[in-house]
C-alpha cells in the first residue's frame, strides 16, 4: 500500500501573513489562492493550505518539520537572522540564537505569526552520525 501526505490546513490568524512568512523564509514560491485557502506548495508534492481562523477561536499550536539542504540552511538561516526572529536548537524554547547538530546536520526552532512551531533540519532523525 502507498500512503502519502497530500496536504494539510495551517489555521492562522492571517492566512496572507502566515503563508507569506513561511514562503519567505524557506525561499519558495508565492502562495496561491485557491478560495478559502492560500496554498503553499513544497518541493515533495505535499501542500500547506493556510485559512483563516476567526478571532474568538482558539488556535492549537502546531509543529512543521522541514527538511532542507545544507546550501539552503545557510539561505534559511540568514533570512531568520536579517529578520531578528527569535530561534532556539531544540523544542524546549531555551537557548535563543543557538542551532543543533542532531544526526550530523543542522537545525533550529522558530514560531511563525499564528504562533505554530516550525522546524528545518538539514538530515532526518535517526539518519546517523
Same mark, same amino acid.
Given at each position: 500500500?502507498?500512503?502519502? %501526505?497530500?496536504? *494539510?490546513?495551517?489555521? +492562522?490568524?492571517?492566512? $496572507?501573513?502566515?503563508? #507569506?512568512?513561511? *514562503?519567505?523564509?524557506?525561499?519558495?514560491?508565492?502562495?496561491? @489562492? #485557491?478560495? =478559502? !485557502? %492560500?496554498?503553499?506548495?513544497?518541493?515533495?508534492?505535499?501542500?500547506?493550505? !493556510?485559512?483563516?481562523? #476567526? @478571532?474568538?477561536?482558539?488556535?492549537?499550536?502546531? =509543529?512543521? $518539520? !522541514?527538511?532542507?539542504?545544507?546550501? /539552503?540552511?545557510? /539561505?534559511?538561516? +540568514?533570512?531568520?537572522? /536579517? &529578520? /531578528?526572529? *527569535?530561534?532556539?536548537? =531544540?523544542?524546549?524554547?531555551?537557548? #535563543?540564537?543557538?542551532?543543533? =547538530?542532531?544526526?550530523?546536520? &543542522?537545525? !533550529?526552532?522558530?514560531?511563525?505569526?499564528?504562533?505554530?512551531?516550525?522546524?528545518?533540519? *538539514?538530515?532526518?532523525?535517526?539518519?546517523?552520525?
Amino acid at each position: 500500500m502507498v500512503v502519502e %501526505l497530500n496536504h *494539510t490546513i495551517v489555521g +492562522a490568524r492571517d492566512k $496572507a501573513e502566515s503563508a #507569506a512568512f513561511l *514562503t519567505e523564509i524557506l525561499g519558495l514560491d508565492p502562495p496561491v @489562492d #485557491a478560495g =478559502h !485557502f %492560500l496554498v503553499v506548495e513544497l518541493s515533495n508534492g505535499v501542500s500547506l493550505d !493556510f485559512a483563516d481562523v #476567526a @478571532d474568538d477561536v482558539d488556535i492549537p499550536s502546531q =509543529h512543521y $518539520a !522541514f527538511l532542507i539542504s545544507e546550501a /539552503e540552511f545557510d /539561505e534559511v538561516h +540568514a533570512r531568520v537572522l /536579517e &529578520r /531578528e526572529i *527569535t530561534f532556539w536548537p =531544540h523544542p524546549r524554547i531555551a537557548d #535563543a540564537g543557538q542551532i543543533n =547538530h542532531n544526526d550530523g546536520g &543542522r537545525g !533550529f526552532y522558530f514560531m511563525d505569526p499564528s504562533g505554530h512551531f516550525l522546524e528545518v533540519l *538539514t538530515r532526518p532523525y535517526g539518519s546517523g552520525a
